[in-house]
């Protein structure tokens, strides 16, 4: 069945940028692997598909839909046709042989209740992890954080899988925070971002800030940035660096 056809109560406009996010996630989920985040097949990668109100969307949101990873599927043989489709309560909006991510209703929640968000990941890579595994926040000692991060990376609550509990976690913790990623607590990170490329990203930078910050502490204590410093930079990463 074609995606026109599978999704034919959505209008054309909507259906086409289905098909184009669902291509979006199956490539991202290539840099998982590639860049030593996941092992097997867990982690996943999802995108929102944002809904306008004059195509049957809500100004709140709460119609857009979610693009993500289907259920203990190996990365090798993920394809855009094998993306799953859910509305942001987490139920599957067509027919599939795959069921969707185990996380899905972290995911949910997340774009629900944080409408800025249009990418989420979640990864179990090992540094990061083993901070969450200490219930302890990543500090802001490096410009790298700062730039990227606004500060240290903070943590979750302890929250079990199978519900919205996860993404309760990760809103609460990052709704009045600067910082794209969150440690959940004896679980892993999670990040968001305005899609998932930049959500992506932020898992690999919070991956890099979590070793280079374990080893430091290894050598002797780090050294804290004033925040003063802290905000500067994030200003300038976010509002000057790059092609803007």
């Not at 709140?60 to 090798?76: F, N, R, T």
């Not at 043989?77 to 489709?85: D, Q, R």
């Not at 926040?137 to 079990?160: H, S």
């Amino acid at each position: 069945m074609s995606t026109a056809e599978e999704f034919r109560s959505y209008p054309r406009e909507v259906r086409e940028e289905i098909a184009r996010t669902r291509q979006v996630v199956s490539d991202l989920h290539a840099e998982l692997p590639r860049n030593g985040l996941v092992v097997w097949t867990a982690g996943n990668v999802s995108q929102r598909v944002r809904i306008p109100a004059e195509l049957g969307g809500a100004a709140d949101g709460s119609k857009d839909l979610l693009v993500i990873k289907p259920s203990g599927v190996s990365y090798d043989e993920l394809s855009p046709e094998k993306m799953v489709v859910c509305d942001l309560e987490g139920a599957m909006v067509h027919s599939s042989p795959h069921k969707p991510s185990s996380d899905t209703a972290a995911h949910a929640y997340t774009y629900k209740h944080l409408q800025r968000v249009g990418g989420v990941v979640h990864t179990h890579s090992t540094y990061a992890t083993a901070w969450a595994a200490r219930g302890e926040a990543v500090p802001c000692v490096l410009t790298m954080m700062a730039d990227e991060f606004g500060g240290p990376i903070p943590v979750g609550p302890f929250a079990i899988i199978g519900d919205d509990s996860i993404g309760r976690g990760i809103v609460q913790t990052l709704k009045d925070s600067r910082s794209p990623a969150v440690l959940m607590a004896n679980h892993g990170p999670f990040t968001i971002g305005a899609d998932a490329r930049a959500a992506v990203k932020a898992a690999v930078m919070c991956e890099e800030v979590a070793r280079a910050v374990h080893i430091s502490r290894q050598l002797g204590d780090p050294l804290p940035i004033e925040q003063k410093h802290v905000d500067s930079l994030y200003d300038r990463y976010q509002n000057v660096y790059g092609q803007k």
